[in-house]
């Protein structure tokens, strides 16, 4: 076979493309068993089970707990520790957790070299940034849904009840209470994907995951402090970090969505920001 034949069009279009289920089942493997995702959610865990010891605690005591509202009305309210656990989880663990799968995704594979491999295979590269975003996302929403589930689980358990009492004072049923929860996990999801979708393109820049970790956690912390000074407010709603607190509106009832919309619609943005520069750096990337 001659040069000319191996580079010839009409060959090149002929080269099978891997299936792009086997690819994201593939990473999803690599991913899921890596001992440092399996560490995390066991030091995730630790949040809502150390709240359920918490609030165990206090109850005994019959002293009211001081702090947040969220925290405030965990007292003998069961269904409130999931979104609790989320609450705490968010502002350094969560995002420290995806930041470092994030980075880990394609800086990680370039550091040890195997980057090079899946860039010259037949695979296309925005079709490998799909399934780089698809293995960071799994990790987001299993890592919530630790948060969510061991929430529950330990709510009921420490309290021996499924009530749910809102903020405003009205006691929700079970469901309603699951449903809550459901709709904090989501939204918790899509904040912590931001964040992910951000690392991902910081990854695509650099062959070294602990930079990607730094520069992601030392943004955040910057965009926390400048969400905190009110001199700057017109600069807040662009900030990723602005309405984080928000998750403490599902407590309510009814229900307050607008920060929780508003805040979503950022996240999306940012999440589409990332994700394109992402996919613009891999078509040139080469190692």
């Not at 405030?72 to 705490?88: D, T």
């Not at 529950?152 to 309290?159: D, E, H, P, S, W």
């Not at 820049?205 to 990607?212: E, I, Q, Y």
């Not at 979503?264 to 078509?283: D, E, F, K, Q």
């Given at each position: 076979?001659?040069?000319?034949?191996?580079?010839?069009?009409?060959?090149?279009?002929?080269?099978?493309?891997?299936?792009?289920?086997?690819?994201?089942?593939?990473?999803?493997r690599?991913?899921?068993?890596?001992?440092?995702?399996?560490?995390?959610?066991?030091?995730?865990?630790?949040?809502?089970?150390?709240?359920g010891?918490l609030?165990?605690?206090?109850d005994f005591?019959?002293?009211?707990?001081?702090?947040?509202?969220?925290l405030?009305?965990?007292?003998?309210?069961?269904?409130?520790?999931?979104?609790?656990?989320?609450?705490?989880a968010m502002?350094?663990?969560?995002?420290?957790?995806?930041?470092?799968?994030?980075?880990?995704?394609i800086?990680?594979?370039?550091?040890?070299g195997?980057?090079?491999?899946?860039?010259?295979a037949?695979i296309?590269?925005?079709?490998?940034?799909?399934?780089?975003?698809?293995?960071?996302?799994?990790?987001t929403?299993?890592?919530?849904?630790?948060?969510?589930?061991?929430g529950?689980?330990?709510?009921?358990?420490?309290?021996g009840?499924?009530?749910?009492?809102?903020?405003?004072?009205?006691?929700?049923?079970?469901m309603e209470?699951?449903?809550?929860?459901?709709?904090?996990?989501?939204?918790?999801?899509?904040?912590?994907?931001?964040?992910?979708?951000?690392?991902?393109?910081l990854?695509?820049?650099?062959?070294?995951?602990?930079?990607?970790?730094?520069v992601m956690?030392?943004?955040?912390?910057?965009?926390?402090?400048?969400?905190?000074?009110?001199?700057?407010?017109?600069?807040?709603?662009?900030?990723?970090t602005?309405?984080?607190?928000?998750?403490?509106?599902?407590?309510?009832?009814?229900?307050?969505?607008?920060a929780?919309v508003?805040?979503?619609?950022?996240?999306?943005?940012?999440?589409?920001?990332?994700?394109?520069?992402?996919?613009?750096?891999?078509?040139?990337?080469?190692?």
């Open positions: 076979m001659t040069t000319a034949s191996i580079a010839s069009p009409q060959l090149l279009e002929r080269t099978p493309r891997a299936p792009l289920g086997r690819l994201l089942g593939a990473e999803l690599w991913v899921l068993r890596r001992p440092r995702t399996l560490a995390a959610f066991g030091v995730l865990a630790l949040v809502p089970l150390g709240l010891l609030m165990s605690m206090m005591g019959a002293a009211p707990l001081q702090g947040p509202p969220v405030a009305s965990l007292l003998g309210n069961g269904m409130v520790l999931p979104l609790a656990a989320m609450g705490m502002p350094l663990l969560m995002p420290m957790i995806v930041s470092m799968t994030a980075a880990d995704a800086a990680g594979e370039s550091s040890h195997t980057l090079r491999g899946l860039l010259i037949p296309g590269r925005t079709r490998l940034v799909v399934v780089k975003a698809v293995g960071v996302a799994a990790v929403a299993l890592a919530v849904a630790v948060l969510a589930l061991l529950i689980t330990a709510g009921v358990a420490f309290t009840t499924t009530e749910f009492t809102s903020l405003s004072g009205t006691s929700l049923t079970f209470g699951i449903g809550r929860v459901g709709v904090a996990a989501a939204w918790v999801w899509l904040q912590m994907f931001a964040v992910a979708a951000v690392a991902l393109a990854s695509s820049l650099t062959d070294h995951p602990l930079v990607v970790l730094a956690m030392g943004t955040l912390i910057v965009f926390a402090v400048l969400g905190g000074i009110g001199d700057l407010s017109w600069l807040h709603p662009v900030l990723l602005t309405g984080w607190m928000s998750v403490i509106d599902v407590i309510r009832d009814p229900m307050e969505s607008t929780l508003e805040s979503s619609v950022r996240a999306l943005c940012y999440i589409v920001i990332g994700l394109s520069a992402t996919i613009a750096r891999m078509a040139t990337k080469d190692s």
